[in-house]
């Protein structure tokens, strides 16, 4: 839904598919970017980001009852805050072992890791202090032989399943190009 105002765009909300309201968007008069509201499924607002010429100037966390409760400079240093207090430690995180950002995310979350492996990382030189960096040893390998490999490499209690590319979506079997 677009709201306009003596000619420039004033408001811009976003609605599921219900119609319910999930977000606004309000403008200034020249036409720049004024807040972002963000609703919860109650209709409650939980964050606000407030902006300067267009540029995140800061992000406001509020309560269940829409009092702000914490306030942040950027997006990162909400997103590091969020990763570190209120992100679902019942999840599992799944992600490439040689990927640095996923290793870096396991450091700042309490979700348990699932190592997406294939044999030519497992004989990378780096492996082994990868997985020992793991606070918990599962994988999700291309094939039989990546798993022989990392038992042997790691001689110690695994839980190692197989990907069966037969019987995933497109996007979650690309990057494990060497599946036979």
């Known amino acids: 839904m677009i709201r306009i105002k003596k000619d420039h765009l004033a408001e811009s909300s976003t609605l599921t598919m219900a119609g319910q309201l999930t977000s606004n968007l309000f403008y200034n008069d020249d036409g720049t970017k004024n807040r972002d509201e963000y609703y919860s499924q109650s209709g409650l607002g939980v964050l606000n980001v407030r902006y300067e010429q267009d540029e995140v100037k800061q992000v406001e966390l509020l309560n269940p009852v829409g009092m702000q409760v914490q306030a942040f400079d950027n997006i990162d240093g909400f997103t590091q805050w969020w990763l570190k207090n209120d992100f679902s430690k019942n999840g599992l995180l799944v992600g490439s072992i040689e990927n640095e ?80």
Do not use: C, H
């Open 101 to 180: 950002q996923y290793r870096q995310l396991l450091q700042v979350t309490q979700g348990e890791p699932i190592a997406l492996t294939t044999g030519a990382v497992a004989d990378s030189d780096d492996f082994k202090t990868w997985a020992t960096g793991l606070s918990k040893q599962q994988y999700l390998v291309d094939n039989y032989e990546t798993e022989m490999k990392i038992i042997k490499l790691l001689n110690q209690p695994l839980t190692i399943s197989l990907l069966d590319p037969r019987n995933l979506p497109v996007s979650l079997g690309t990057p494990l190009g060497d599946v036979k």
